[in-house]
């Protein structure tokens, strides 16, 4: 049975975080995923600790953001290890700097290759994760995440299917396309049209549009080790976590 994971960037409007934690171990998750504003200072990374050690959750993956990646691998690196996090993935660029073109994105994947040398030599994975924009063509043709990889060799994927699927691709090409790629998933669902409109569009995973009995198939015969449900603004965390879960069970 695949273990999920569960982003705490999900629960973030509803705290404390004692008890989302307290809360996914009771109904069976095993592992969690950080966001960056769980790092924000020494104390709060060794709560978070001490946190998942009482309530038994491991934290293989966790994102962080690039411009702390680049100035303070160390710091990375120390966090990872004091958290259980085996691979660190980079979530996104603020809006304002978004490339533009398709060189542009290629020389950020150089940029993500020469970033995530520390944590590739500390024995830890990296890889990108995306959001839509990476598979809409730019004006040159180029397609984004297509560059960030030629820039990459070595680059892992997190492969946020609801993203993904959001920018009208089709996920199962890009799942054939770089399955070797994928080490992580982001398993999230999409509302019918004109649904959830108090929840962004999102939907309870198992409760939406997206074929995720399929989508599992493709996905289990990648790399993909941690499979992480997420919604990006439940009304009711609770809800999500259940529900999702004993959906992606049955997939």
């Not at 960056?36 to 038994?56: C, F, I, M, R, S």
């Not at 020469?114 to 990108?128: C, H, I, S, V, Y």
């Not at 297509?146 to 609801?162: K, M, S, T, Y």
């Not at 890009?174 to 959830?196: C, E, L, M």
């Amino acid at each position: 049975m695949t273990d999920f994971s569960y982003q705490l960037y999900s629960a973030r409007n509803f705290p404390p975080l004692s008890r989302t934690l307290v809360m996914l171990a009771r109904l069976g998750y095993g592992e969690v995923e950080g966001y960056h504003a769980l790092y924000a200072d020494a104390t709060k990374v060794a709560e978070l600790a001490e946190l998942l050690e009482l309530t038994g959750l491991r934290m293989p993956t966790g994102h962080f953001g690039l411009e702390m990646i680049e100035a303070a691998p160390e710091r990375v690196l120390e966090i990872a290890r004091g958290l259980g996090i085996g691979t660190v993935y980079c979530p996104a660029l603020p809006p304002d700097v978004q490339p533009e073109t398709g060189v542009a994105w290629e020389i950020l994947g150089h940029r993500l290759a020469e970033a995530g040398k520390p944590l590739r030599d500390a024995g830890l994975g990296f890889g990108w994760h995306n959001h839509d924009l990476e598979f809409i063509a730019l004006k040159d043709g180029a397609i984004p995440l297509e560059a960030i990889f030629a820039g990459a060799p070595e680059l892992e994927w997190q492969a946020d299917i609801a993203w993904l699927a959001r920018s009208g691709a089709d996920p199962f090409h890009w799942i054939a396309r770089f399955a070797d790629r994928i080490t992580a998933v982001h398993v999230k669902d999409i509302a019918p049209a004109g649904q959830n409109t108090g929840e962004d569009g999102w939907a309870d995973v198992g409760y939406g549009i997206l074929d995720w009995p399929g989508l599992m198939t493709a996905l289990r015969a990648t790399r993909a080790r941690h499979f992480v449900i997420e919604h990006d603004n439940p009304r009711d965390p609770g809800r999500f976590a259940e529900r999702s879960l004993t959906a992606a069970r049955a997939f």
